[in-house]
């Protein structure tokens, strides 16, 4: 599935737990030129590294995702609009009132 991918992702989690996983990180994604967006539960992936995405909107795209040491997925991969008429904090505390 990933070799067939037009945009594959990996997410990885909890994989810097191990320090020998990030090498063997790194050499997957190089060798399939898959980005990599870093959850954040340990160091996964180097920042600085060309196939980083983390903070990218890349995984809205994807279509083949590889959850590496991923704890809570559904945490990950759903996305809820909190606000689904469009009103954030900031604005409902700024809108005027009607009597």
């Known amino acids: 599935m990933l070799a067939e991918a037009e945009l ?3 997410l990885a989690d ?3 737990r191990n320090p ?3 090498a063997s990180l790194i050499e997957l994604a190089e060798t399939g ?3 990599v967006i870093d959850v954040g539960g340990a160091f996964n992936f180097p920042n600085t590294h ?3 995405a ?3 909107d890349l995984l809205g795209q994807a279509d083949v995702v590889l959850l590496l040491d991923v704890e ?3 945490v990950v991969l759903v996305s809820r609009d909190r606000y689904p008429r469009g009103d954030s904090p900031s604005r409902a505390a700024t809108k ?3 009597s």
């Open 96 to 98: 005027p009132r009607r």
């Open 33 to 35: 030129a898959i980005p």
């Open 14 to 16: 909890r994989v810097g």
């Open 20 to 22: 020998g996983a990030v």
């Open 72 to 74: 809570q997925p559904e």
């Open 54 to 56: 983390t903070g990218t």
């Open 50 to 52: 060309p196939l980083d």
């Open 8 to 10: 594959p992702i990996i």
